[in-house]
């Protein structure tokens, strides 16, 4: 794909986007604008979902996936190094403690496995 093309597909997006909020805010409902602490919340909630601790949304059943648990621990790991320096306090706290909750339930996990 060239620049070009990249660049419109970018403003293409960035219009459909703006004209979804605007349409939103006219029917007084709510547009859900994405952040990193829902992003970082989202990741969490798929982990626990692999470690068993919450329904899987599709089966409705608890379901338990270790190496997609660990996977997904460790994709939030590398998103805090490579963000550091780079979240406002709120968001530095919110992965530091998701972090450190999904680790302490994984290794209860493994533990009683």
Do not use: C
């Not at 306090?89 to 919110?94: H, I, S, T, V, Y």
Request: aromatic content about 8%; proline content about 2%.
């Amino acid at each position: 794909m060239n620049q070009d093309s990249t660049k419109k597909v970018d403003q293409d997006w960035k219009n459909q986007v703006d004209k979804e909020k605007e349409t939103a805010q006219g029917k007084n409902e709510t547009y859900h604008q994405p952040t990193f602490t829902i992003f970082v919340s989202s990741l969490g909630m798929q982990a626990m979902i692999a470690m068993g601790n919450l329904d899987n949304p599709i089966t409705k059943k608890k379901e338990k996936n270790h190496d997609q648990a660990r996977f997904l621990i460790d994709t939030l790991g590398v998103i805090q190094e490579k963000t550091k320096g780079n979240l406002d306090q709120d968001e530095g706290k919110a992965i530091e403690e998701y972090l450190f909750n999904l680790r302490m339930m994984y290794l209860e996990e493994k533990k009683n496995a």
